[in-house]
């Protein structure tokens, strides 16, 4: 049991060295609030049957496991199974997380809502549940992403949400970032900081995983049913990293299942510009965490790119660099075009559009399944559908 690298973070939120708690003074008392709250309402049991009946009625859950036999016999090699995350309301994995923190928020008696917004998805996410229980509901967004992600700003104010464009900086998520930060320590009384991912200072990167790993739960079930064993592999692609770790948490002490998260490599890795933190980065402290990030000689975060705005962020949750540490996981990238083949392959093959974000783990899964056998198996996160990105698609000019 003590054993076990599923009972990780230790109290202080710290995974080896990684992790943490890296904040002003002024959030301290916030974040020890949000963690006893957090540890209360987990443990539970008429907490959990309302955050599980929600995943049920309002979101959908269980998503199918499906398996994708046109595209395993096209590859030759492992069999393929789809997580279907993009069947969840609102298209993606992001709810199963704005769901749980949500509902904590009304427990503990707040009234207003924050939260960061990179394409918008999280955002969206967020407005969404805020709609719901009715609670206000503020998003702050990199002004360039405001004006690059359109129809999301519209969908958020739709649903009642106040956007706000953050001017400072690159105009990008890390930006909008620490603006809701900012907001946080002024209002603390009565506000809850919904984060989007498995990043952030402690509590947030344990909080986030344990509503996501939902998703390894039924997924382990659902192959053991299917298969009578474990998969070979699991893959996913990892932005902050919370679609990832949802899936490999329930697997973390199956040793003989290897997990595969697959990075951003925009342009490609010698270009630098990218945004493979765990490939190409090193550890630093971003957003109140110890982790691996991109930045250069000086400390200073660099810009990244991805024709993927969900994977463009500088850092990753702090889990995953620990994971990458001990070797329990591997980290790959897979570069835009690569990327884009492979969101035109399993449309063809099976009649799904993927997320872009999702794409990556596709295209590395074409290079792992022919390296296995027809008997194996591979898992592959299927974290959101591709409706939101079909502009950035057809901008690519490609004949499809
Ligand atoms: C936001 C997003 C991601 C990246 O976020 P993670 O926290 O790394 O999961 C991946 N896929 C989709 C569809 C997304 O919307």
Known sequence: MTDSLKNFPDQRGHFGTFGGMFVADTLVNALHQLQQ??????????????????????????????????????????????????????????????IGQALLAKQMGKTRIIAETGAGQHGVATATVAARLGLECVVYMGALDVKRQASNVH??????????????????????????????????????????????????????????????????????????????????????????????????DDKD????????????????EHA?????????????????????????????????AGLDYPGVGPEHAWLKELHRAQYVAVDDQQALAACYQLTRSEGILPALETSHALAYVEQLAPTLSPQQSIIVNLSGRGDKDMNTILAQGDDV
């Open 257 to 272: 299942v290897a997990l595969y998260g697959v990075e951003a490599a925009g342009h490609g890795l010698q270009t630098g």
């Open 276 to 308: 493979a933190s765990l490939t190409a980065g090193r550890p630093g402290v971003l957003h109140g965490n110890r982790t691996y990030l991109l930045a250069d000689e000086a400390g200073q975060i660099l810009p990244t790119h991805s024709i993927s």
């Open 37 to 98: 709250a957090f540890e209360h309402y987990w443990a539970d049991d008429t907490f959990r049957q309302l955050f599980y009946t929600d995943l049920r009625d309002y979101v959908g859950r269980p998503t199918p496991l499906y398996h994708a036999q046109r595209w395993s016999d096209a590859l030759q090699g492992a069999q393929i199974y789809l997580k279907r995350e993009d069947l969840n309301h609102t298209g993606a994995h992001k709810i199963n997380n704005t």
């Open 155 to 252: 969908r958020m104010k739709l649903l009642g949400a106040t956007v706000v464009p953050v001017t400072a900086g690159s105009q990008t998520l890390k930006d909008a970032l620490n603006e809701a930060m900012r907001d946080w320590v002024a209002h603390v009384d009565q506000t809850f900081y919904i984060i989007g991912t498995v990043a952030g200072p402690h509590p947030y990167p344990k909080m986030v995983r344990e509503f996501q790993a939902i998703i390894g739960q039924e997924a382990r079930e659902q192959i053991l049913q299917r298969t009578q064993q474990l998969p070979a592999a699991l893959v996913a692609c990892v932005g902050g990293g919370s679609n990832a770790i949802g899936l490999f948490h329930a697997f973390l």
